[in-house]
């Protein structure tokens, strides 16, 4: 293991870089792009925590948003399956179309991305796996990547709707009975999304507004809408230049509570920022996750936050080369010489986002390595690995009562005991079509989202 703490000042000879790399601060340019406006320093010396935090160690009914209602891909309290066997699932439904989104579950309700009939569409169902009911929006954008859709961003939901996007742009709030609040299309607003795949980010929700993050090659965005009418509240550029497909994201952003306070974390175009969640406005910065300035290093995992600091996979593991960061969030303007805390050449993640469970961070790498991990230090606090295979992990790993589970893109789904600090009780099944969306939690049970159908176990 290669763990690199970084301290004060002296970050950039400890990278074992050259001081030429400050350039990265004057990345930041004007107000219309991506400039770090300076405001007092919101996060101090207290921790920050993600909304709903407090919930994360009790069992909860619903799964809201993609990562869960702690956006840390854990849940505890909860006797659940240990083994994810389709023989045994307890029921098994036929979804309309291909789509590689995270289904949510809220009210007793499952919500569901999909095209059908060449469109676009929200499906619900009931907790048996029953259609209640499917909203059909404008046509479909169907996807490019042998692992993409159309239908690539996960629901989101407050309890009173749930908010969609499409990679053909539509944006979307739909109430719990199926009945469209709005819809407007953000392609034919502010142009179509240059991306060599397809659209990864999902939404998310703050106490007012629907989120959506745009960063690509081209105009980068973030932007709020109103939930309940859908007009735009803000809408704040980001742009950071970056090697070739250096800004091209497919991270989600996450909404935190500072101090009472929501505020919006963004990873993407090789930068991490804050941003007034009521303007838009980015206070905090940090660069330099690219420190050799290599091409063809799109973000696809989405950070997690531990107290004060954002574990950050950057890199390209999938070509065995993995960077991953520990960062801390205090202070205000560009931190980009002082927030490194540490850095790992030796493990990361390109695809499956980060899961939280206990202070600890759990990284499940693509070819099936996992890791425990000390956010304050970046050490291993142990290790273990899923069987060796050629294809790779795309979905993201969920932690329910202390089992893992962990899907491979080709449909072999993996659950492990780790209550004792290491991969035990392994289980193996395998589903007989690909997954790329992440498995949630409903009740004491499993969902499993495959490119055809929508499983219970």
């Known amino acids: 293991m ?15 870089v050259c001081t030429c790399f400050l350039v990265h601060a004057a990345v930041v340019e004007t107000a219309a792009h991506g400039q770090v406006v300076q405001t007092p320093p919101l996060i101090e010396t207290s921790a920050v925590k993600t909304t709903a935090v407090e919930t994360s160690t009790h ?22 399956p240990s083994a994810l066997n389709p023989k045994k699932a307890i029921w098994k439904t036929k979804l309309s179309g291909k789509g590689c989104s995270t289904p949510i579950a809220v009210d007793k309700r499952i919500f ?36 993409g859709s159309g239908s690539n961003a996960s629901p989101t939901s407050d309890g009173s709707a749930v908010f969609v996007y499409f990679k053909s742009g539509t944006l979307a709030a739909v109430d719990l009975d199926g009945t469209v609040r709005w819809q407007q299309n953000l392609t034919e607003l502010y142009g179509k999304a240059d991306l060599f795949w397809d659209h990864g980010t999902s939404p998310v929700l703050s106490k007012d507004n629907v ?12 932007a709020a809408f109103d939930k309940n009418d859908g007009q735009v509240v803000w809408k704040e550029a980001r742009n950071f230049k970056t090697p070739r497909e250096g800004d091209h994201g497919y991270a989600t952003p996450v909404v935190l509570n500072v101090h009472g306070v929501e505020r919006l974390l963004v990873y993407g175009a090789e930068h991490l920022t804050l ?22 290093w799109p973000s696809i995992a989405t950070p997690v936050v531990v ?125 007989g079509e690909s997954v790329i969306g992440s498995p949630i939690p409903m009740g004491d049970n499993i969902l499993v989202r495959g490119e055809k159908h929508l499983y219970c176990f």
């Open 112 to 147: 569901v991305t999909v095209p059908s009939d060449g469109k676009d569409s929200l499906a619900c169902f009931d907790p048996s796996g029953k259609l209640l009911w499917q909203t059909p929006f404008g046509e479909q954008d169907a996807g490019k990547h042998r692992n």
């Open 307 to 431: 107290n004060d600091i954002a574990v950050v996979a950057a890199g390209r593991n999938d070509r065995r080369l993995p960077l991953l960061y520990g960062v801390s969030l205090k202070g205000g303007g560009d931190v980009t010489a002082t927030g490194h805390l540490w850095k790992r050449d030796d493990t990361g993640t390109f695809v499956p986002s980060p899961a939280t469970l206990n202070g600890n961070v759990y990284l499940l790498r693509d070819m099936g390595e996992f890791e425990c991990i000390d956010p304050s230090t970046g050490k291993a606090v142990w290790e273990g690995k899923f069987p060796k295979h050629r294809k790779k992990f795309y979905s993201s790993p969920l932690i329910a009562g202390k089992k893992l589970y962990a899907i491979r893109e080709d449909g072999a789904m993996f659950v492990a005991d780790i209550s004792n600090g290491k991969l035990e009780e392994i289980t193996e099944h395998k589903l």
């Open 211 to 222: 989120i959506m993050a745009r960063m690509h090659a081209g105009d980068s965005w973030v």
């Open 59 to 80: 069992a909860t009914a619903n799964w809201p948003h993609w990562r869960g209602p702690a956006d840390n891909g854990s849940i505890s309290g909860r006797n659940f």
């Open 275 to 296: 941003h007034d969640v009521s303007t838009g406005k980015s206070y905090w910065s940090c660069g330099n996750f690219n420190p050799d300035k290599t091409e063809q």
């Open 2 to 16: 290669n763990v690199r703490p970084i301290k004060s000042v002296n970050a950039w000879r400890l990278f074992g």
